[in-house]
Every structure is written in structure tokens, then in C-alpha cells.
């Protein structure tokens, strides 16, 4: 059983410490209403606050236009979620194949290579016309002809190729010793990466890749352009019901709520694994 009882020095500077943490505690939230007070004061009274509140912040509007671009972000969340799996699956497959050695591989690297200079290159709107509407116009027998799904394919294809090269940055910043080690110990190349190098490197690539699913998050409403009705597409609907940009704003306070959760978890991880300028609230 534990006798540890802190020393009297230690019990003060303890609550030293708590006093300093709720005082700065309340001084932040005392400047912060100040500021947001001043900002709201100065907006509202402005000359054309009136008709940007009419445009951008109907409540009516938002009210009318909330659950309709609430089905849609939830198209966007299955869709991140969906595509995340072939994303990282992809992104691991291509990161394997540009760093195996030998001339007998250079097929592949080549192949991973080409890959990923060619869709980190694209912008993600392009390849989302080109699979979207590009491939559907071939009329290829045993294609599907969900739009839905040729956007998942182009969000695929174009993230997969920066995911590949987070974990290609994971895998080699393991140092060459642990391959030495684990090669001396009688273990094949394959079963080197499978059990010593890649789940190294994965722990390592966690906040990069919590920052790729942020982003992941976000463009998945690119494929409103596709015809799909997300929450994007939802909003758009509205607005030109409701001749209001409200529906916009609807649609993005939702991107952002959804967003932020991700976020902050990515920030704790960062901050835990020791990476340095990592933001978000402690």
C-alpha cells in the first residue's frame, strides 16, 4: 500500500499552479465575449447588415432547408467512411510497391510512381468529370452506371495517391537497422514489412492521416457536381427555392460541426506522439 503523501512545498505549489489555470482560464473567456461582443455590435450596426442578413442568415430559410441537407451530409458521411477503407488499402498497396528494391521491381515502382505524380498532379475536380461523366459516356458493358459510384472512384484515385506517400514517408523514416534485425532473426522480406516495418510506420503517419480524412471529409461534396445529392447539392437546391444563400451557410456550419470532432482528435494525437506545432485547444 502506497504512504505517499506530498510535501507541504509541494501541496502549494500545486495550487499555485490550479489558481494561475483558472485565473488565465477566465481571462480568455472574459476578452474573448469582449471581442465577439465589439465584432457582433459593429456587424450588426452596419449600413448593409439588413440585406446580409437577408441573404446569407434566414432563419426561416435555414429551418426550411436543414433536413434536406441533413439526408444529404449523411450521404457525405458514408461516402468518406466507404471510400477511407479503399483509400488506405490503395494508398498502403501503392507506398509497397515504390519502395521495393531490386531491377526485378522496377516495373512496379515505375507503375507506383508514374501513379502518383500523375493524380497528386490532377486537381480532384478534373478527375471527378473525367471517371464521372468520361467514363459512363463509353457505354462499357459490365460498367455500373451509378454517377455515385464513378465519384467514389475519382475521390479514391486521387487521395489514394497522397495517402501512398504518407506511408511511403512512414515506412522509410524506419531505420534500415530494423530491417537488419529482423532479416538476422530469420524472418523473409514479406513478413519484415508485415510485422516490423509497416505497423512502425503506420503508428508514425497517424495525425498525416487523420489530416487526409479531414480533407476527405470536406471534398466529398465535390461530387455534387455528379448529380448526387448530398448536402451541397441539397443546399444548392434550396437556394434556388428560396432565391437565398442561407441554405450555403446551412450546409457549411454542418461541413464545419462534422469537421471539427476530426479534427481536435487529430491535434491529440499529434501532440501525444511529440509532433511540434500541433494546434487545436489543449
Known amino acids: 500500500m502506497s504512504t505517499y503523501a506530498p510535501s507541504a512545498r509541494q501541496v502549494e505549489r ?6 494561475r489555470a483558472v485565473r488565465s482560464a477566465v481571462i480568455g473567456l472574459v476578452s474573448t465575449l469582449v471581442v465577439v461582443t465589439v465584432v457582433l455590435t459593429v456587424l450588426v450596426n452596419s449600413p448593409g447588415w439588413p440585406r446580409v442578413k437577408a441573404s446569407f442568415f434566414d432563419w426561416d430559410v435555414a429551418k426550411a432547408s436543414l433536413p434536406d441537407i441533413l439526408v ?16 488506405l488499402i490503395f494508398g498502403m498497396a ?10 526485378v521491381f522496377f516495373p512496379m515502382r515505375a507503375f507506383a510512381t508514374a501513379y502518383v505524380d500523375l493524380f497528386r498532379g490532377m486537381p480532384l475536380l478534373l478527375v471527378l468529370l473525367l471517371v464521372g461523366f468520361g467514363v459512363p459516356g463509353l457505354r462499357l458493358q459490365g460498367l ?3 454517377v455515385l459510384f464513378y465519384g467514389c472512384v475519382a475521390l479514391v484515385l ?8 504518407v506511408f511511403r514517408a512512414g515506412i522509410e523514416s ?3 537497422s530494423q530491417l537488419a534485425a529482423a532479416r538476422g532473426l530469420g524472418l523473409s522480406y514479406p513478413q519484415t514489412m508485415r510485422y516490423v516495418v509497416v505497423p512502425q510506420a503506420v503508428r508514425r503517419v497517424v495525425p498525416p492521416l487523420l489530416n487526409d480524412l479531414v480533407s476527405l471529409q470536406k471534398d466529398s461534396g465535390l ?8 448536402a451541397i447539392r441539397a443546399a444548392q437546391i434550396a437556394q434556388a427555392e428560396y432565391a437565398s444563400f442561407t ?10 460541426l462534422l469537421t471539427i470532432p476530426l479534427t481536435r482528435l487529430t491535434d491529440r494525437v499529434a501532440r501525444k506522439q511529440g509532433w511540434q506545432g500541433a494546434g487545436g485547444v489543449p
Not at 14 to 19: G, K
Not at 224 to 229: A, D, N, T
Not at 247 to 256: D, Q, R, S, T
Open 14 to 19: 500545486l495550487a499555485y499552479r490550479q489558481r
Open 72 to 87: 444529404g451530409l449523411w450521404l457525405n458521411v458514408r461516402i468518406m467512411v466507404v471510400c477511407a477503407v479503399f483509400i
Open 94 to 103: 501503392l507506398a509497397i510497391m515504390r519502395t521495393l528494391r531490386g531491377p
Open 144 to 146: 455500373p452506371s451509378s
Open 158 to 165: 486521387t487521395y489514394s495517391s497522397y495517402v501512398a506517400e
Open 174 to 176: 524506419v531505420h534500415p
Open 223 to 230: 461530387i455534387s457536381i455528379l448529380g448526387v445529392i448530398d
Open 247 to 256: 441554405p450555403y451557410v446551412v450546409a457549411g456550419i454542418c461541413f464545419v
